[in-house]
């Protein structure tokens, strides 16, 4: 099985500040990885396809970058709103694996 | 638009079995695989299952092989998870995914999701 290793479990961090979250693949999935965004009590969202398209809809604040084995979600400019946590899901090969989650909070 | 609707969840005790449903609208069922992910409370995301298009191939995280079993029915647009021998470890939501889209022979991360049904094992 692929392990998807995310990292940091968990952030604080304020308005305005420049996040990033990292995952890394225990072995190359090419660039068959999504980010999601989840809230409490809802299902996760898409942000990112294909490592580094954007979603529709989704505020260019947010990106994708990587290929292979490491991956990364950045923010460039957190805002209210962006206080959620984050995983990473690959789809390369079965099982499918997600990483353990980013718990983005307010400082 | 595309709707996903699931059904089934409650609580139940530990050895006992549970079926999910989800209810799919809003595209063409029959064209796409679909897969369960779970979530158990505060923690993370739990892939569980997965069917083809016409069900003829299946996938299972190694926490529920031969436990669960995924199977579809694309004549009512609905996809089910029988869960048997349940445990208080299969405590979670269950959500309904369909697959993502393709593009050429490549397919992109899942982006709809159902709302997701809660399954509560305990005596």
């Known amino acids: 099985d692929i392990q998807m290793t995310q990292s940091p479990s968990s952030l604080s961090a304020s308005v305005g500040d420049r996040v990033t979250i990292t995952c890394r693949a225990s072995q190359g999935i090419r660039n068959d990885l999504g980010w999601y965004q989840q809230k409490p009590g809802k299902a996760p969202k898409r942000l990112i396809y294909a490592a580094s398209s954007l979603q529709s809809g989704v505020p260019s604040r947010f990106s994708g970058s990587g290929s292979g084995t490491e991956f990364t979600l950045t923010i460039s400019s957190l805002q209210p709103e962006d206080f959620a946590t984050y995983y990473c899901l690959q789809h390369n090969t079965y099982p499918l694996t997600f990483g353990g989650g980013t718990k983005v909070e307010i400082k | ?123």
């Not at chain 2, 992910?37 to 299972?60: F, M, T």
């Not at chain 2, 009512?76 to 889209?101: F, I, P």
Request: hydrophobic share 30%; net charge positive.
């Open chain 2, 1 to 123: 638009q595309v709707q996903l609707v699931e059904s089934g969840g409650g609580v139940v005790q530990p050895g006992r079995s549970l079926r999910l449903s989800c209810a799919a609208s809003g595209f063409t069922f029959s064209t796409y695989a679909m897969h369960w992910v779970r979530q158990a409370p505060v923690r993370g995301l739990e892939w569980v299952a997965a069917i083809s298009y016409d069900g003829n191939n299946k996938y299972y995280a190694d926490s529920v092989k031969g436990r669960f079993t995924i199977s579809r029915d694309n004549s009512k647009n609905t996809l089910y998870l029988q869960m048997n021998s349940l445990s208080t470890e299969d405590t979670a939501v269950y959500y309904c995914v369909k697959r993502g889209e393709c593009s050429g022979t490549t397919c992109y991360a899942p982006k709809y999701w159902g709302q997701g049904t809660l399954v509560t094992v305990s005596s």
